[in-house]
């Protein structure tokens, strides 16, 4: 196993990313970074919009504003006939996605939203920050292949600007402990490379804090992406986040779970708006399949988080940011649950959703499409109406207009 030394580098840019979704009546969001030096932009969805900070201090990146909400749209049967295994009376959609606590890092089992620590399972390694005040793992130099397996994070994982190659990251848990300054996997790769980010059964789930405290990574996307990745998560449980991934480029998502929204610290829980999987300004392809997204529940009641729909604007969100077109994105055999929407799309051409099923949300299953939004789609069908704990019905969810 190639391992990554201690070495501390003094020339790259430590972001500190502010959560990346958008108030659902057109706040502006902002994305801020703090200086350490280095004139690479990033962390970013796209790394080229982020603003170099200054020496003096941190200077905020372009503003991005989403479209006025919707009217809710009706939830009414459609026309198309639900499928056969859309009516199987099964939490898992008659297997299609996983039941809870079934994913993630062997040894972890059941747990609350509330409790302090994950246990470290047998056999594992744990792995302490590498800056004692960000609470930060290092990963600079990943040429050729790095392998981390069965490795208990007390931390969240920084991968560099140099990283360039192969990271696989397995059977592990990544737990970011309260006073965390940033999102639980930070990808800061650079574009003079390509990076494969390799996620697999793996448990990410960042520390609860008390109310005012801080654990930046309880309300940001745990993974992002970058120019020159390519990013598969594949059996992967992601709790206590403002969402699974800001991810709109080269990335696979698979058999894997997001729940447990955790904004118990918020005094104001829209400060964390974010989107469950949000390809923001993403060209695609993105591809979600047999997964389980229901970042609005707590998992080990089957309950509503309270105010959930709050902090995630939609469990799948699309977004244009400038000239970008999300295309080749696909969702498939799904559960999409407890966000304020299921789906918001405002951004793709010829989107493809078939056989999902959608659970509650708190505006609707779908999103109508604003004055200027263009998004078409070249699949919709057997995508059903489902209950909080993913068992299907044979009532359609109509197309989005």
């Not at 190659?165 to 790769?189: D, K």
């Not at 109310?211 to 709790?239: K, P």
Request: aromatic content about 8%; some cysteine; charged content about 15%.
């Amino acid at each position: 196993m190639s391992m990554p030394g201690k070495r501390r580098s003094t020339g790259r840019r430590w972001p500190v990313l502010a959560a990346a979704g958008a108030l659902l009546v057109g706040a502006a969001v902002t994305v801020v970074a703090l200086d350490r030096g280095v004139a690479e932009p990033t962390g970013c969805a796209i790394p080229a919009r982020c603003q170099a900070a200054t020496a003096a201090g941190a200077t905020s990146a372009p503003t991005r504003t989403t479209p006025a909400t919707p009217a809710p749209t009706p939830t009414a049967a459609g026309s198309a006939p639900a499928s056969a295994t859309a009516r199987a009376a099964d939490p898992t959609g008659g297997g299609r996605y996983p039941a809870r606590f079934s994913v993630g890092a062997p040894g972890v089992g059941r747990y609350r939203q509330s409790d302090a620590q994950l246990p470290v399972p047998r056999g594992y390694r744990v792995y302490e920050p590498h800056d004692g005040a960000s609470k930060e793992w290092d990963l600079y130099d990943c040429k050729g292949t790095v392998n981390l397996d069965r490795i208990y994070f007390r931390a969240f994982i920084y991968i560099g600007t140099d990283c360039h190659g192969t990271v696989n990251i397995t059977n592990s848990i990544i737990a970011p402990p309260p006073g965390s300054a940033n999102r639980a996997i930070l990808v800061n790769a650079n574009s003079a490379g390509r990076l494969t980010l390799n996620i697999r059964n793996t448990t990410i789930r960042p520390e609860p804090v008390a109310g005012g405290q801080q654990n930046a990574a309880l309300t940001d996307h745990a993974i992002n992406d970058c120019a020159t990745c390519t990013i598969r998560i594949s059996g992967v449980d992601v709790a206590n986040t403002g969402g699974m991934c800001l991810c709109g480029a080269n990335v696979t998502i698979e058999r894997s779970w997001l729940h447990d929204n955790y904004i118990a610290h918020l005094a104001d829980p829209s400060q964390a708006h974010t989107g469950g999987v949000f390809p923001y300004g993403g060209s695609g392809p993105v591809t979600i399949s047999n997964s389980r997204l229901e970042p609005g529940v707590d998992a080990f009641t089957g309950k509503e988080v309270p105010g959930y729909w709050k902090a995630i604007t939609a469990v799948l969100f699309t977004q244009s940011e400038g000239p970008s077109t999300l295309r080749d994105y696909l969702v498939r055999d799904s559960f999409i649950s407890l966000g304020a929407f299921g789906l918001y799309a405002q951004d793709g051409i010829g989107l493809r959703l078939r056989d999902n099923v959608f659970g509650p949300t708190h505006w609707g299953h779908t999103s109508q499409c604003g004055a200027d939004c263009s998004v078409t789609y070249a699949e919709w069908f057997n995508n059903v109406v489902g209950s909080i704990d993913g068992t299907p019905t044979g009532k359609a969810v109509p197309r989005p207009s």
